[in-house]
């Protein structure tokens, strides 16, 4: 049965982030090469508003196609990213106009990055859930009230709205829309020709615990992260977790939220819930195996907290990565 090339327009601005559109543009560009019986499922074009050399964030200028010169009426899928001039691209009332205009006839509107600040200021994020780069969640949500902004997942789909967290995210937004588009065996085709180890589910964090603990100037904080690590099967009530750095335990949860952001529970959860991903990927130990390895009480208590923070059970997260093995044998 032959396949109707999806249309795709990537837009471009001034000081936008190249791996923003490379990334994703990449991921279908390998759907094409790895479709079979020579069908293409994807066609795309790269455009800005004028048109002409757009220069990246980088130095790197791409040639775009201008808006007014694509042809809107039978497109799919709208991608836009983020970078430094994404602010400044915002405030371009043509080009938020142009997207008013035409998503509402696009089967599909999607943002990389900080690309979600062009759709919120061209209004198609009101009344939405959406992600931007973590760094920046604080600022959307701050300009753009009437948005439930997420802080930790890679993607989030609203409806037919798409949006991803920073840089990298934007390939693993490209496998899901792939997965939507051609199924869960060709997004895994293009996954391994990227060399993804592994296709991150949407509602995965979209940075690690240790790395939001390595960022603050004061090594105590880092020292503790890697002590964590090493004893996640030891106390690490607020009062163990202060002593080990000498403050009260009133002092260290004050300044341990100012510093990361999280409560010391939370952060304490999401890296036992860190250590229980890796074993399941790694491992074959049971699900009881697993929980103690993490510091889990239970078995019970591993599944409530992948629930909640990644909106699957273990079970099927392991059968996840299973399926991705499978494939590539």
Request: hydrophobic share 45%; charged share 25%; aromatic share 8%.
């Amino acid at each position: 049965m032959s396949i109707t090339a999806r249309r795709l327009i990537f837009v471009l601005f001034d000081g936008c982030l190249l791996l923003d559109f490379a990334g994703p543009l990449q991921v279908f560009e390998l759907a094409c090469e790895t479709a079979r019986d020579g069908e293409q499922p994807y066609a795309w074009q790269v455009a800005s508003r004028a048109g002409g050399a757009v220069r990246t964030s980088s130095g790197m200028e791409v040639m775009t196609t201008a808006l007014a010169d694509c042809d809107a009426s039978d497109v799919d899928t709208l991608i836009v990213g983020g970078g430094p001039g994404v602010h400044r691209a915002a405030e371009d009332a043509a080009l938020t106009a142009w997207f008013r205009t035409h998503a509402p006839s696009v089967r599909r509107v999607c943002s990389v990055c900080t690309g979600a600040f062009i759709l919120a200021a061209a209004g198609l994020l009101q009344g939405r859930r959406a992600v931007t780069h973590w760094g920046s969640c604080g600022l959307l949500s701050d300009r753009y009230p009437d948005i439930a902004v997420s802080t930790d997942p890679v993607f989030v789909r609203d409806g037919e709205v798409w949006t991803s967290a920073g840089v990298t995210a934007g390939i693993d937004l490209a496998l899901a829309l792939v997965e939507s588009d051609l199924g869960h065996r060709e997004a895994m085709r293009v996954a391994r020709r990227m060399v993804v180890f592994l296709k991150r589910p949407g509602g995965q964090a979209q940075f690690s615990v240790p790395l939001s603990l390595q960022s603050d100037e004061d090594d105590a904080f880092e020292s503790l992260s890697a002590w964590i690590q090493d004893n996640l099967r030891g106390d690490l009530k607020v009062e163990a977790l202060a002593e080990r750095v000498g403050m009260s335990p009133r002092t260290f949860a004050r300044v341990f939220r100012q510093k990361t952001g999280r409560t010391p529970g939370k952060v304490v959860e999401a890296f036992r819930l860190e250590a229980a991903r890796r074993a399941l990927e790694e491992t074959a130990a049971s699900m009881k195996e697993v929980a103690a390895r993490a510091g889990f009480q239970d078995e019970e208590q591993m599944r409530r907290a992948f629930r909640r923070r990644l909106n699957v059970l273990p079970q099927d997260y392991r059968l996840r990565f299973r399926r991705d093995e499978e494939l590539a044998g």
